[in-house]
């Protein structure tokens, strides 16, 4: 039987982290970032499923060859999971082993449904090219901004579209004193409104995920890779470490980050399966 956690009782998961895992999963984990936790056991697990705060993906950890937990998982799925996406308007079930050894786990469990997969890659600071003084020209009328609670809270309704920059940071955290007491962000500024923005989407440790966002029609400016390196450089100044991921088919993402030394250390691979199909 899969059952859930309560959040104080996330711990017990600890050790089943791979040192090589995913950022996210530890976040989770540590209570720094939002999520849900399914367990094989409720006072011992050795297995279990993530399901991210943010919607982005379920994170499967521990041991993979638990025959009881993976034997239950399509009818937890069915019957737990799919009725609480359906609330969230989620369709999609986009699953990720927490170590590599989940992947024949993975699609041995889910053979019956229409799975599908793509690469996924992890992009992490090259000292050796990384040009910590270059700086890069900012487009006329757009205004580099460090997020400040002032900003998030716009008290003087100065930003007009403040809510893109609010829904995007509570997405990944679950209030804006989590996101300011353990991220930190910037945002690009045209005519009173936040146009693009580079923030800690999950944080483990001193470890930084990164999270960016251009509003389309601003797209090709290069907003999105002045606003990295400004991530960047504030992540070096303090101490901290920028982790980027994105897909192998996100073209333009994998550009930025490589156009601002960013070094591809991992590839890892990521399943997917329609909530709406029956099996």
Known sequence: MISELNKDEFYKCKYLLSDQGLLEARAV???????RVFVDDMETPTCGLIWLGN????IFIGNEKNERFNKDLNQFIDTIIVPEANKVGLKWFEGIGNHNKWDTTIKDVF?????????QRVYMIDMDVYKYYDELSIATGYKLTKICKGIFENKDNSIK??????????????????????GIGYCMIYKNEVVSLCFSGFVAGNVHAVTIETIEEHRGKKLAQNIAKAFVNDCLDNNRIPSWDCTESN???IAVA????????ITY????FSLNNEM
Do not use: A
Not at 161 to 182: D, H, K, T, V, Y
Not at 258 to 265: D, H, M
């Open 29 to 35: 984990i540590e209570g720094i970032n939002p999520g």
């Open 55 to 58: 919607n982005d993906g379920f």
């Open 111 to 119: 053979k019956n449904r229409k799975l599908g997969s793509w690469n």
């Open 161 to 182: 579209n403040i809510e893109f920059l609010r829904s995007n940071i509570l997405e990944s955290w679950s209030s804006s004193e989590m996101f300011f007491r353990n």
């Open 251 to 253: 073209k333009p993402s």
């Open 258 to 265: 490589e156009n601002i030394g960013l070094k591809n250390v």
């Open 269 to 272: 691979r990521g399943y997917e």
